[in-house]
């Protein structure tokens, strides 16, 4: 069965870091792009970060340019979101999806989701 499992969430100050990590399936992590979403109350669920099936592309959502990092290790068939300078604002749940495209903001186009991380961000 394919799947994502996510972890890493929790509670930290402004200005801290965090690192969430997602496992996929050997066969997701092979043949899909993945990414990271994220969606605060009330507000729709948005596009954060995402990695290509190759790893030779990066896409950032401009609101975490420069403070998060998307990378991964195919050794464990884990992505990863380093989460650095966090703000308030990036207190959302968190959620690791994998797709056909790397560069695709829309959360229609994306097929396999894990069940989400919570992180949250004290001012």
């Known amino acids: 069965q394919e799947q994502l499992v996510e972890s890493g969430g929790g509670l930290v100050q402004a200005g801290d870091s965090l690192r969430l990590s997602c496992v996929a399936s050997?066969?997701?992590?092979?043949?899909?792009?993945m990414g990271w979403f994220r969606q605060a109350p009330g507000k729709k669920r948005e596009y954060v970060a995402a990695?290509?099936?190759?790893?030779?592309?990066?896409k950032y959502v401009n609101s975490v340019k420069g403070r998060f990092t998307i990378y991964r290790d195919i050794t464990k068939n884990t992505v990863y979101l380093q989460m650095d300078s966090v703000k308030p604002e990036d207190t959302a749940d968190y959620y690791c999806?994998?797709?056909?495209?790397?560069?695709?903001?829309?959360?229609?186009?994306?097929?396999?989701w894990g069940q989400g991380t919570q992180v949250t961000v004290s001012s």
């Open positions: 050997g066969r997701i992590f092979s043949d899909y792009a």
């Open positions: 990695i290509s099936k190759t790893g030779g592309s990066l």
């Open positions: 999806a994998a797709g056909v495209s790397a560069a695709a903001t829309d959360m229609d186009r994306w097929d396999y």
